[in-house]
């Protein structure tokens, strides 16, 4: 009897969350519509989607052991009403395919805007609708090649696929991931998968295609098969360079536990040397190619855990930038020296990432609802609810839009997670649920 109120109080649980994060984006529809007089032409084909997996996985009669097949009827039902639909309130995917296309007519998108007359003749329907686009490419060499392969195909289908494979993507991902969740944590799940039906699968945002292989690098590290975890690692710095930030946790790691660390600190230093040199000469070995990346870096302020408040307290938007990268090295390093002298319980890749993580999503100057990926499943796996409560409640930065004034507002409201997300880690740490099971990793 009492195991089954405890389960009820989890479920109970994640109802609370599932309604607050529905909240949110009715809130996030409204403050859109505010600003730019947004199109609701797929707004409700957007509810019916999240509606039919949200409520469906309930009222299927969820069973947390039996969640992953029973889960599965809903979210396919889910994904239909949304292929083709236009992204709600996204335009990111836009520059994903125009850059595609400017690669494949045989020009290089690091070193030419959307907005170049030397561009004209590449033809396209969207290229008015690519955000920035003074703007060069801020993305990686195998994300601009991935979306070269669309540049033959009309933009309504090209679209259609980027949601298939998003889709194939996030329930691949989520499979994976659902043996390492404790059962108590499994309804947590629901809310979670709502965030990436609507970032990934109906915005096609890069994230999930960036994590997938960042995600199996982690198992095959964990499982002490290193070659093949640095060859996922490279793949997915090849989509983006969100996966650097595991560098010192996977140092640590190897420095502990690793066979011949020399021999694989060394193949780890030319793996990133690698990526390093391809970016650079796919922009014609000249430095102009980081521009689009250093633009975001310098410029881009978006409901920053940190930055904001630094900025109102009317310090230099530079130098807040620069505090918050010191305070990333400093914590990071100093979370890696903490786990690293606590083995053999607290000592797990995984708890570091999720650490690593946490801080990125507290002290970068933009903190986007699909960042949420980079957290979201650490926080699943080692049983952090607050990571994951942090996660739901990224949304709400999108209420800058209707009402600026209460940016900072909304900023709390966000990052005011991080704070107890930091302390339960630290309070249950020397639990040995925090290590990874190292089973095969395929």
């Known amino acids: 009897m009492l195991m089954i109120r405890k389960q009820e109080k989890r479920i109970s649980s994640s109802y609370i969350?599932?309604?607050?994060?529905?909240?949110?984006?009715?809130?996030?529809?409204?403050?859109?519509?505010?600003?730019?007089?947004?199109?609701?032409?797929?707004?409700?084909?957007?509810?019916?989607?999240?509606?039919?997996?949200?409520?469906?996985?309930?009222?299927a009669g969820l069973k947390l052991k039996d969640f992953k097949r029973i889960a599965l009827f809903p979210f396919l039902l889910s994904i239909l009403p949304i292929l083709g639909t236009e992204p709600l309130f996204e335009n990111d995917h836009y520059r994903y395919l125009w850059e595609g296309q400017v690669f494949s007519a045989g020009f290089n998108p690091y070193l030419i805007a959307p907005a170049n007359d030397l561009l004209t003749h590449v033809v396209s329907s969207f290229r008015h609708l690519v955000g920035y686009n003074l703007l060069t490419s801020p993305y990686s060499p195998g994300a601009i090649l991935f979306y070269s392969f669309f540049s033959s195909i009309k933009y309504k289908l090209s679209l259609t696929i980027l949601q298939l494979i998003s889709a194939i993507s996030v329930w691949g991902l989520m499979k994976n991931i659902l043996p390492e969740i404790k059962k108590d944590y499994l309804p947590f799940v629901i809310p979670v998968m709502l965030l990436f039906i609507k970032e990934f699968i109906q915005s096609v945002h890069i994230d999930i295609l960036c994590y997938i292989p960042f995600f199996f690098s982690i198992r095959f590290f964990v499982a002490k098969e290193f070659h093949k975890g640095l060859v996922f690692l490279i793949a997915s710095l090849m989509?983006?360079?969100?996966?650097?930030?595991?560098?010192?946790?996977?140092?640590?790691?190897?420095?502990?536990?690793?066979?011949?660390?020399?021999?694989?600190?060394?193949?780890?230093?030319?793996?990133?040397?690698?990526?390093?040199?391809?970016?650079?000469?796919?922009?014609?070995?000249?430095?102009?190619?980081?521009?689009?990346?250093?633009?975001?870096?310098?410029?881009?302020?978006?409901?920053?855990?940190?930055?904001?408040?630094?900025?109102?307290?009317?310090?230099?938007?530079?130098?807040?930038?620069?505090?918050?990268?010191?305070?990333?090295?400093?914590?990071?390093?100093?979370?890696?020296?903490?786990?690293?002298?606590?083995?053999?319980?607290?000592?797990?890749?995984?708890?570091?990432?999720?650490?690593?993580?946490?801080?990125?999503?507290?002290?970068?100057?933009?903190?986007?609802?699909?960042?949420?990926?980079?957290?979201?499943?650490?926080?699943l796996i080692i049983g952090n609810k607050f990571g994951i409560v942090y996660c739901l409640f990224l949304p709400l930065g999108y209420l800058h839009f209707s009402t600026p004034q209460l940016s900072v507002l909304f900023t709390v409201c966000t990052h005011i997670w991080f704070f107890p997300s930091l302390i339960s880690f630290f309070k249950f740490s020397h639990a040995p649920e925090l290590i990874f099971r190292p089973k095969e990793a395929l």
């Open 239 to 379: 989509f983006k360079i969100t996966p650097l930030l595991i560098i010192p946790s996977l140092v640590a790691s190897i420095i502990s536990d690793g066979i011949r660390p020399l021999y694989q600190l060394t193949l780890l230093s030319l793996g990133i040397l690698f990526c390093g040199l391809l970016f650079y000469a796919v922009g014609f070995f000249s430095f102009e190619a980081t521009n689009g990346i250093g633009a975001f870096a310098t410029h881009w302020v978006w409901n920053g855990g940190l930055l904001i408040p630094l900025l109102r307290l009317g310090i230099d938007s530079q130098v807040a930038r620069i505090v918050c990268g010191i305070v990333l090295i400093v914590s990071v390093s100093g979370i890696v020296l903490y786990l690293f002298r606590r083995r053999p319980y607290a000592f797990s890749l995984i708890a570091m990432i999720f650490t690593s993580y946490l801080f990125l999503t507290f002290l970068s100057p933009v903190s986007n609802p699909w960042y949420s990926v980079w957290l979201a499943i650490p926080s």
């Open 17 to 59: 969350y599932l309604i607050f994060f529905l909240w949110t984006i009715c809130l996030r529809f409204f403050a859109e519509s505010q600003s730019s007089g947004i199109d609701f032409a797929n707004v409700p084909v957007f509810l019916l989607a999240y509606g039919t997996f949200g409520l469906g996985s309930f009222l």
